[in-house]
């Protein structure tokens, strides 16, 4: 984590207009991209009327910022911010922001993309929600699973293998010999 990154898991509201604010404000920056989610009134196909957020202190944000860092280590990001809120939420509640600024538009899209995917797969939340039937525990989606599963994969075919890496190095000494 680095002194331009804000990792935060807190109960209360966060006002986007600050964050961009605090994400726009460096002019090496061509591009800012954020992304807000909100608790919405339906979930497979059932009413929803709350949400209710846990975490595990200490380890919830410890995984964030492990998170953070794994998309600077893919991305030239200048600011980063990841902010995530626990406790009860009414619905349009906001829950989570992400935001990152880069000087190029492609390297901001794509991390934000991957942050919101290992966050949803990651981060030790847990989602009681509520609704007309009672209140239930969500389960992980296999969408967000498929999606982070994405990265890793594109992660692996960009990386060249030990064995590839191990003979090249190979054929460079045998030519220097």
Known sequence: MTDTDLVLVQTGDFSVAHE?????????????????????????????????????????????QQIAQEARGRWPLNRLTLIHRVGSLQLGEQIVFIGVSSAHRKAAFDACEFLIDFLKTRAPFWKLEQGQQGRRWIDARDSDAQAAEAWASAQQAAEPSSLEHSSSEHSSLEKEA
């Open 20 to 64: 961009y604010a605090r994400l726009a404000d460096d002019p090496a920056d061509g591009a800012v991209v954020t992304f807000v989610g909100k608790v919405r009134d339906f979930n497979d196909g059932s009413e929803v009327t709350g949400l209710t957020l846990e975490h595990y202190p200490g380890m919830t944000e410890k995984v964030l």
